[in-house]
């Protein structure tokens, strides 16, 4: 110390700490207050960022107090550097972990928003969390004097070790980042891949995709298969899609009768069926004469894949009834078979003929 400590010196010390403990208090209390606010509003965002001050803005008034404090202390110019570097580094590493709980929250604010199903990108999520959280560290540890130049060199060569024992991991880790950023699969997406495997993309990890199906079970698909295997994604370029539904009526039926009957039941399920597309346009495309109906085919709109099974559903139900009221027959497959039998030639029996016998003497 430069010199002894006094009265007056504890008692700045002690204000200037209990004042930055109230600061803190009342930042707190105003971050609560504006938490409130926040969750009126529809974006996300400011939730998450009301969240991440929460907690740093009382440290930080605090650690101005304890700042303010070790200043008014008669404490020597290489301890109070000491202190202040120590304050500086607890605060930026305070800083950073609300850095990386913003971003990261913003990240999966933007892929809850772009998928409008409850899914994640958390591949992204975690690169964005790590990346703030080793910058952090690394500027806290330069605040402090360790030079981080042989740490960094350290790290790069610990880094290719890695990287050889773990080509597999890295292979999957830059397989999901390619097919995020190339955007061919997106969280909330419909998919099917060839080896059968089809549903909802739930969430893009840094290892694998996982997929819920229709039955609510969930198949988790590496990201590097993803990537190499064929695949339909019923989401894109855009989530209504077309489906088609094959009908079939009797030869005696007056086609330009059924189409009609056909078109208006098609109108009544789009107007009335969730998921159906309103404004579709109905189509009938007659194809075949089979053995015993005259078949077509009836495009339908639904608003996205799942949606199919319901409007099928629906549309058969009522196209039968239609029908039926109309008198239109729906044959069943039959075949007459003519069997034609030949008269058959009989041979006339060849009678026993007894062979001479001559003796030879």
Known sequence: MNRELVLHDWLVA??????????GLLLRALMRWLGRHAERTRWSGDDIIVD???????????????AVAASALPLTTRVLGFVNQSLTAVL?????????????????????????????????VNITRIVVLVMGVLVALETMGVSIAPLVTAL???????ALALQDTLANLFAGVHILASKTVQPGDYIRLSSGEEGYVVDINWRNTVVRNLSNNLVIIPNGRLARTNMTNFTQP?????????????YESDLEHVEQVTLEVVDTVMADI????????????FHTFA???INFTVILGVGEFSDQYRIK???IKRLHQRFRTEGISIPAPTRTVALQQDAVQVPAPVPHQREASTAVR
Do not use: C, M, Y
């Not at 855009?238 to 009797?250: H, K, M, W």
């Open 238 to 250: 855009e989530q209504q899609l077309s489906i088609l539904v094959q009908v079939g009526v009797g």
């Open 291 to 293: 053995d015993s109906r």
């Open 92 to 124: 930026i590493l305070i800083a950073t972990f609300g850095a990386a709980r913003v971003v990261a929250g913003l990240v999966q604010s933007v892929a809850g928003a772009r998928t409008g199903v409850a899914g994640s990108a958390t591949i992204f």
């Open 313 to 315: 559903h629906e549309f």
């Open 52 to 66: 991440a001050l929460r907690t740093l803005a009382p440290w930080a008034a605090f650690i101005a107090g304890v």
């Open 274 to 285: 969730n998921g159906a597309v309103p404004d579709h346009e109905g189509k009938v495309r």
């Open 156 to 162: 790069g060569v610990g880094g290719l070790a890695v």
């Open 14 to 23: 002690a204000i200037a700490l209990a004042a930055g403990a109230v600061a």
